[in-house]
């Protein structure tokens, strides 16, 4: 059995070269022996026409996606078909290319196309698990985050109300000072005025006793 990869070696698609390239430096590092059919060479119109004609899968690319004709790279075994450039790509991925190629041995080859895409599904299974468990830790993690947050932030409005009270405290004796001080002055000035009232009366009392005296001495 003879493995066949159909290849045009005068394609415009950078795409198509690009897999090209890749599904033959693929085969060479596993050395896997094959051969290359050109299907742009003179000669190989018959080639050309089995190629198109037997491959089930487009081959399509970005550029294009529904081509009229299977685009290569196309993959044989013999006049068998295998696959198309993402089934490749696919099969080595998940380590089961020689089942694709029909290279595998008697006893590998119970390894169907069914069993090779529920590999797959399972893979992206435990992707998906793996990921629903990332995203539910997260919120666990970030929650004692956010308690020592509140925490601080409880001690610190609380330190701000204990230093407010502090202030309003010392304000109010501030206060309850200088009231006293007034009052005190209030008193001294008053005593001042009283005295002073007194000492008036005091002045003018003597100098009635003054007047009266004079005119007593005038009368006689």
């Not at 407010?164 to 001080?181: L, S, T, V």
């Not at 005091?202 to 004079?214: A, I, N, V, W």
């Amino acid at each position: 059995m003879v493995l066949k990869v159909y290849v045009s070696g005068m394609s415009g698609n950078k795409e198509v070269k690009k897999r090209q390239q890749r599904v033959l430096m693929i085969l060479d590092s596993k050395n896997i022996k094959y051969d290359t059919v050109d299907i742009t060479e003179p000669g190989k119109e018959s080639e050309k026409e089995l190629m198109q004609n037997k491959s089930t899968s487009s081959g399509g690319t970005v550029s294009d996606p529904e081509p009229r004709h299977p685009l290569p790279p196309q993959l044989f075994n013999d006049d068998e078909y295998c696959g198309d450039y993402d089934a490749f790509d696919m099969a080595n991925e998940i380590d089961t290319l020689e089942v694709f190629l029909k290279l595998a041995t008697a006893d590998t080859t119970a390894v169907s196309t069914a069993q090779i895409e529920l590999k797959q599904e399972n893979g992206e299974a435990k992707k998906e698990e793996a990921e629903a468990e990332a995203e539910e830790k997260k919120p666990d993690e970030e929650k004692p985050e956010g308690g020592e947050g509140d925490a601080k932030d409880e001690a610190a409005e609380k330190a701000e109300n204990e230093d407010g009270d502090g202030e309003d405290k010392k304000k109010a004796e501030g206060e309850g000072e200088d009231a006293a001080e007034n009052a005190d002055e209030k008193q001294k000035k008053q005593a001042t005025i009283t005295t002073a009232v007194k000492t008036s009366n005091s002045s003018d009392s003597q100098s009635d006793l003054f007047l009266e005296s004079e005119r007593a001495a005038a009368a006689q």
